[in-house]
Each structure stands twice: as C-alpha cells, then as structure tokens.
C-alpha cells in the first residue's frame, strides 16, 4: 500500500511542475509594453517641472516603421537636460503642428533619475497649446 506521504509529494511535485512551466512560458514583453509601463509609472510617482520642446522629428526605425519624436529640454537642480520621446502612438492627444520652437511645457520626471521623463502620456498632456 502505498502511503500517504508519496501522494503529498507527487502532488507538490506536479504543482511545482505547473509553476514553473506558468513563469517560463510567459511571454517576453515587447518595446511598447515596456514604454507602457513606463509612461504609466512616471505619471503617478513624477515630478513636474517647466521644459521646452525644441523639434518634433519623423525618423525611421530599425524595424522600416516611421516613429515621431517630440525633443524637449528640461532643468532639474541646475543641471540641464536634452530627451526625446516617441509620441507615435500619442498622436490622438496632441497636434503635432502646434509644437514649434521655444512652445511651453511641463514635463514629469523621475526624481531619482532625472533623466527619465516624459511630455505626454495616456492621462497625462504636459504641452501648453
């Protein structure tokens, strides 16, 4: 007779089995999801501070698609930053003929890394039109 013991084994076994098979199996995350995650976490924990956009450029990506840049400059404790963000699929919340030289925005920045920030997200419009 077999005992008891052996079936809470093969059980947790089996169930370990499964587990591993869910974690491994997952799909790895694609550059837009990741952009996603991104925007939407520096959108509840950034800081805003006064920016400028300096160009909006069309450029061509490594996979022939045409992505929008939106380049803006921002100031954060003195020191002065220059970033870019992809608006391609923003394109739905802001006029891009509207952002010209020298235009106003606020931008939100992670305040532990100032060089991470963004313009424009899905809840959020920095740009003063």
């Known amino acids: 007779m077999i005992s008891l013991r052996f079936y809470t084994v093969v059980l947790g076994a ?12 997952r799909k790895p995350k694609n550059a837009n999801d990741v952009e996603l995650e991104r925007r939407t976490w520096l959108n509840t924990v950034g800081r805003i501070t006064d920016g400028t956009v300096i ?12 992505a929008t840049m939106l380049i803006y400059q921002y100031d954060v404790a003195g020191v002065s930053y220059e970033a870019s963000q992809d608006v391609t699929y923003l394109r739905q919340w802001i006029n891009l003929h509207s ?7 606020s931008v939100k920045y ?20």
């Open 110 to 129: 992670d305040s532990r890394n100032p060089g991470n920030s963004m313009v424009i997200a899905e809840g959020w419009m920095g740009l003063r039109q």
């Open 55 to 66: 160009d909006v450029q069309e450029i061509t990506m490594a996979t022939n698609r045409p």
């Open 14 to 25: 089996i169930g370990v089995a499964v587990a591993s098979y869910g974690l491994l199996r």
């Open 99 to 105: 952002c010209r030289l020298g235009l106003p925005t």
